[in-house]
């Protein structure tokens, strides 16, 4: 089957059908081959898709989300409170400050090892590591060129929609980001043990 055997939806429309099937994020090249269509042609359904969804925002409740070269249709953001509520998921979506600490070291450096994320931080990483793993913020993306041959680690599309963002590129400006945080220091984390979740 190519895109042009179905008259009665657009391309923009079909590759909409795709992305809310697949079991996770694909590749613009991977719809390309499916639907026997040049990439080019993919690229612009998608913006068109993403430009529908923008114009749209108030109206829809998906949106496209972008990381490492791969697409994938997500749910909007203003949506998570209902969401989480239909899920049961209000009591297991709270990151300790430990864990956003480490998180933000994740999405301004990535790829980073474990020992890279506990120079900055000052304090072993292991627990919070694991709970991020766990819950699908964080990956292993390989192993680095260096002693020891450490884990790399990257933030997924599942971070992403945790922070209602569609790119990491809509993170704020790393000066910006360490502004709000001195802004916003507490004392919660004085505790001795501040490296687990």
């Known amino acids: 089957m190519t895109a042009s055997d179905n008259n009665e939806l657009s391309l923009s429309a079909i590759i909409e059908a795709l992305l809310f099937i ?3 994020p694909v590749t613009p090249n991977q719809i390309a081959t499916v639907l026997a269509v040049s990439i080019n042609k993919v690229e612009a359904a ?3 898709l ?3 969804y923008k114009a749209d925002s108030g ?3 998906l949106r496209i989300r972008y990381h490492q070269g791969r697409i994938q249709l997500t749910t909007a953001p203003e949506a998570s409170l209902a969401i989480e509520k239909y899920l049961g998921l209000e009591a297991t979506t709270k990151l300790s400050h430990a864990a956003l ?4 070291i994740i999405a301004y450096t990535e790829p980073v090892t474990r020992p890279q994320i506990d120079a900055i ?5 292991d627990g919070v590591l694991k709970n991020l793993l766990s819950k699908g913020l964080i990956e292993e993306v390989g192993r680095a060129d260096a002693p020891g041959r450490p884990f790399l680690y990257t933030t997924t599309t599942d971070f992403l929609g945790h922070f209602g963002i569609s790119t ?3 993170l704020p400006p790393l000066d910006e980001a360490l502004e709000s945080n001195d802004d916003i220091h ?3 984390d004085t505790s001795p043990d501040s490296s687990t979740e």
């Open 50 to 52: 993403e430009t529908l």
């Open 101 to 104: 600490e480490a998180l933000a």
């Open 186 to 188: 507490t004392s919660e």
């Open 59 to 61: 109206k829809r409740g």
């Open 121 to 125: 931080r000052g304090v072993n990483s």
């Open 22 to 24: 697949a079991p996770g």
């Open 46 to 48: 998608i913006s068109e």
């Open 168 to 170: 990491l590129s809509e």
